[in-house]
Each structure stands twice: as C-alpha cells, then as structure tokens.
C-alpha cells in the first residue's frame, strides 16, 4: 500500500482507494427443460466482478423481463450452467465510459443477473423524451421489443386497413395487447381470446370489440364466428396448434397471418401433429408469413417513438404484472407460461 494510500486508511477514507467488490446474483440453467419449466431447473449463483477496465461500466438491474421465447431459445442455444438469457432495465451505478453517465437508465441484453459489466455496445439508452412519470419497465413491455412486436406485425406482415377485422389470441399479454390497441387506433375491429375471464374484462375495457375466454367458451370455432360472423382480415397468431388450425378456416378470402408466435408448442416434449393449413391457404387466398421483430431493427427508433406517444397520450393503456424480487425470477418466468400475467410479466429487483 502506498504511503498516501496508508495515511488515508489511517483517517478512516480507505474506501476512497479500495476498488468496490461487487457480487452479482444470477439465475443459471441448472438442466434444460423437460416439457413445462420447473423451479429445480434453475440455480441461483452468486458471481464477483472484476474491477472497471477503461471503456466499461458497471449496471445494477432495476426491472428484468421473462418473455415466452426464453423457453425455446434457451433450448437452442444454452448449454447447462449458462446464466438464463433475457433484457433487464439497468441503472449506471458506475462508468469508465465518457459516452455513459452514472445515473442513466439502458436496456440490456445481459440475462438473469442482477448486475453485470458492459462496454457499452449491447446498450440502449431510454430514449431521452421519456417522461419522469411513465415507469421504466415499460422498455421492456409497451414501448419496447413486444410493442414493436405488434406495430411491425401488424403495419408490415398484417398490413391492417381501416375497416378491417383484426383476431388475435394471448391478447390480454405484452404483444396480443398492443395488437389490439392498435389495431383499434388504426380503424379496424378487434377481436381478442385470452385464459381468464378477468383477461377478457380487460379487453373490453381497453377497447376491444369483442373478446371471449378460449378455454370456457364450448366451440372455439363457434365463439370466433359469433364474434366476427363475417370473418377475418387480419390474424395476428401468438398461439399456433389448435387454435390456429381452427381459426385459419374463418379467414376471409385473400386473409393475411401473421405467426408471432406459438406458445401453445413450447413446452411439448413430442411436437404436435396438424391439421394442415394448406386447403384453408389455397380456397381463401390466405398470405401467412412468420416473422421476428429483429427485422426491423433500423426502424427501432420509429416504432419507439410512436408507441411513446401513444402511451403518454393514453391511446394505449398498459398494465404490467409485476414480481416482486430477483429470487423470484423462475416463478415469474413459469407464471407467464401458464399465462397468470395480464399484460407484461415483468420483475423488480
Ligand atoms: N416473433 C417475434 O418477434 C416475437 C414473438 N413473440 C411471441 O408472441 C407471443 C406472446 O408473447 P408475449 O406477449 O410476450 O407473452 P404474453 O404476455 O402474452 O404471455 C404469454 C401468454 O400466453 C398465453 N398462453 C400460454 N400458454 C398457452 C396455450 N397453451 N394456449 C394459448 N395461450 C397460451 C397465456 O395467456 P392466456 O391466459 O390468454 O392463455 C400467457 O399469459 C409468444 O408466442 C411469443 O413467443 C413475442 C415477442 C417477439
Ligand atoms: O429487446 C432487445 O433488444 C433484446 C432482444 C430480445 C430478443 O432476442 C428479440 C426478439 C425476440 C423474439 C422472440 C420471438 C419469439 O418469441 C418467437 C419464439 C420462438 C420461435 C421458435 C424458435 C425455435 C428455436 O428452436
């Protein structure tokens, strides 16, 4: 220890010259999954970071998300012991980086951890128009990757006209709300499904035309066509399996789907087998294109801004479920899938 350093420790600002140890929490995947997730697949670590190198900060996550697609991807591309994947809102707690001022707020792609190290690249800043009252949780949700989810689904792959008739299912979640909400914005009318009957009060309250619980309703096929006796435009698909197998015959002719997603087969450890869509295709004229909202990076910024104004103008509402605590992350993870969120399943360190 440098003589300075040691007259320092001795009036008691020793903290001033030793390096803060930092431990981060982080949730890794103990084994893959084996149909639905389980609580034992998943290990909590504690892991100590290294000291700033110049260029790099240090972020404490403030809210994480658990999205459906952490299921299939982690399939795809994890290997046992990695820390779960995922994108949390983090706050700058330190910074070697001129670009990054402590004190900023970014979304992060850095997993299921509850601080980590960055230079920089992988970073997003919240838009510097966010307003102080809107919650930073809704990067994650309404004004981030599932709103864009639904304002590229449906301008690009649905191509939604006003006068048209929009379906979409898992509608009272992150991606399915905003589907709806637009859609309305953009003159159509909007039909939603979702699990619960409280999902379906939300909807009609939110602006939904007509919604229906899939799992109470006697005939899928018949609750869809009560809804929309003339059938459907627009088909934005979070769900695939049956209900899409069943939906894809009430489209009207020259029909547009847009596959999202299909929730519904995430958690099968034997895949499903059809009906097959390609009679329903060829009658009707349909156009069904599956996409990723990655698509569209280079118009992120353009998406961002117009679901910020919705937002803050009260055209879109939002509603977030929101879990208390990082120790709770596979909880909220698993709750998701067995769909216990209304709106966008998020966690609060
Ligand atoms: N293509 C892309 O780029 C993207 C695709 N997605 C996809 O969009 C979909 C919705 O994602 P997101 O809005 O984040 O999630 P949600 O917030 O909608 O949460 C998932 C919901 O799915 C529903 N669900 C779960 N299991 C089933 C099932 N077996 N059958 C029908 N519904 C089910 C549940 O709602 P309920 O109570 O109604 O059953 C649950 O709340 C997912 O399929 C996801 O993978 C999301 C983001 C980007
Ligand atoms: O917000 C960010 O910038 C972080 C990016 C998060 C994410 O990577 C971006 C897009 C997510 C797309 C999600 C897609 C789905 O949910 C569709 C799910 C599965 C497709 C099947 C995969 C099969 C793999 O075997």
Redesign the pocket.
């Known amino acids: 220890m440098g003589k300075f350093a040691e007259a320092c420790r001795h009036i008691g600002f020793e903290a001033m010259f030793t390096p803060r140890m930092v431990i981060a929490k982080a949730w890794v995947l103990k084994k893959h999954f084996d149909g639905f997730p389980k609580t034992s697949d998943f290990d909590l670590k504690k892991i100590e970071l290294p000291n700033l190198k110049d260029g790099e900060l240090l972020l404490e996550s403030v809210f994480l998300s658990v999205?459906?697609?952490m299921r299939p991807y982690s399939q795809r591309d994890m290997k046992e012991g990695d820390i779960m994947i995922g994108t949390q809102v983090a706050r700058i707690v330190e910074s070697k980086n001129p670009a990054f001022a402590v004190g900023a707020f970014v979304v992060g792609n850095s997993g299921w951890r509850t601080h980590f190290i960055s230079d920089g690249k992988d970073l997003q800043l919240l838009p510097s128009n966010w307003p102080e009252s809107l919650p930073r949780s809704l990067a994650l949700g309404t004004v981030g990757?599932?709103g864009l989810?639904a304002y590229f689904?449906l301008l690009e792959v649905c191509k939604m006209k006003p006068g048209e008739i929009v379906l979409v299912?898992?509608?009272?979640?992150?991606?399915?709300s905003v589907v709806g909400q637009l859609a309305k914005i953009g003159g159509c009318k909007v039909v939603g499904?979702?699990?619960?009957d409280d999902?379906v009060a939300y909807l009609k309250k939110i602006g939904f035309d007509e919604a229906f619980n899939?799992?109470t309703v006697k005939s899928l096929d018949e609750a869809l066509r009560k809804a929309s006796p003339d059938g459907y435009d627009c088909f934005f698909d979070?769900?695939g399996?049956e209900?899409a197998s069943v939906a894809i015959n009430q489209m009207k002719k020259y029909g547009r789907i847009a596959v999202?997603?299909?929730?519904?087969q995430?958690n099968d450890s034997v895949p499903q087998k059809g009906p097959y869509v390609q009679i329903p295709m060829i009658f009707k004229e349909l156009q069904m294109e599956?996409?990723?909202?990655?698509r569209w990076k280079n118009r992120q910024e353009e998406g961002v801004q117009a679901l910020l104004k919705w937002v803050v103008e009260g055209k879109v509402k939002c509603h977030e479920q929101v879990t208390e605590g990082f120790e709770n992350m596979p909880m909220a993870f698993i709750g998701?899938?067995?769909?216990?969120?209304l709106?966008?399943?998020v966690v609060k360190v």
Request: net charge positive; charged share 15%; hydrophobic share 35%.
């Open positions: 999205d459906p697609y990757m599932p989810t689904g299912n898992a509608a009272a979640g992150a991606v399915g499904c979702a699990g619960s999902k899939y799992k979070n769900v399996g209900f999202c997603g299909a929730i519904s995430y599956g996409f990723l909202v990655t998701m899938l067995k769909g216990e969120n709106g966008k399943a």
